[in-house]
T-cell receptor, first 111, second 115 residues
Framework: RKEVEQDPGPFNVPEGATVAFNCTYS??????FFWYRQDCRKEPKLLMS???SGNEDGRFTAQLNRASQYISLLIRDSKLSDSATYLC????????????FGRGTSLIVHP | DAGVTQSPTHLIKTRGQQVTLRCSPK?????VSWYQQALGQGPQFIFQ???????QRGNFPDRFSGHQFPNYSSELNVNALLLGDSALYLC??????????????FGEGSRLTVL
């Protein structure tokens, strides 16, 4: 089993739709969780950290489910500009701050 | 505030050659990590440098080596290039210690093509 797994998609949604991605991780000792956004042929950029209590930033909501070992990202009212690849990153735990990335989920928002 | 800068942005090499990629971390950051991202895949951790030492290494062969300089900038060297080394090489900077939030700041990457 891979350390961090994501459905590569693509997820094709119309503008205004709500879309959710999940990311599962294998190391139960993992402490830190993140969602990065990567535009085509660009570098990843942090979208949001994922806290145990869940967190929201505008149209984006991130949640952590430790029992089932997954994190999720919910995007409401999708915009054309949300089209990108969304990478989840999980720190190894045990004092390791090296994030392991999933392969990313591709989102395409169409008019 | 200067972000992470990498050079060169694109390069083409042939099998068996050697390549050196360079990275300057974000101002104030002391830790540099290198990642390899193949097409359609997520970034794969190569190694991390802190205080001019390799602190942690991913599952990459010894052909991949690096260095960190006193000004925190870093180099990634790859010897005996293989076709499979074609990828985007990303440098990420961060802080170590209590200021570490776990967030990585990436450069735009060096896109290596091996023919």
């Amino acid at each position: 089993r891979k350390e961090v797994e994501q459905d590569p998609g693509p997820f094709n949604v119309p503008e205004g739709a709500t879309v959710a991605f999940n990311c599962t991780y294998s190391n139960s000792a993992s402490q830190s969780f993140f969602w990065y956004r990567q535009d085509c042929r660009k570098e990843p950029k942090l979208l949001m950290s994922v806290y145990s209590s869940g967190n929201e930033d505008g149209r984006f909501t991130a949640q952590l489910n430790r029992a089932s070992q997954y994190i999720s990202l919910l995007i409401r009212d999708s915009k054309l500009s949300d089209s990108a690849t969304y990478l989840c990153a999980v720190n190894g735990g045990g004092g390791s701050y090296i994030p392991t990335f999933g392969r990313g989920t591709s989102l395409i928002v169409h008019p | 505030d200067a972000g992470v800068t990498q050079s060169p942005t694109h390069l083409i090499k042939t099998r068996g050659q050697q390549v050196t990629l360079r990275c300057s971390p974000k101002s104030g950051h002391d830790t540099v990590s290198w990642y390899q991202q193949a097409l359609g895949q997520g970034p794969q951790f190569i190694f991390q440098y802190y205080e001019e030492e390799e602190r942690q290494r991913g599952n990459f062969p010894d052909r991949f080596s690096g260095h960190q300089f006193p000004n925190y900038s870093s180099e990634l060297n790859v010897n005996a290039l293989l076709l499979g080394d074609s990828a985007l090489y990303l440098c990420a900077s961060s802080l170590t210690g209590t200021a570490n939030t776990g967030e990585l700041f990436f450069g735009e990457g060096s896109r290596l093509t091996v023919l």
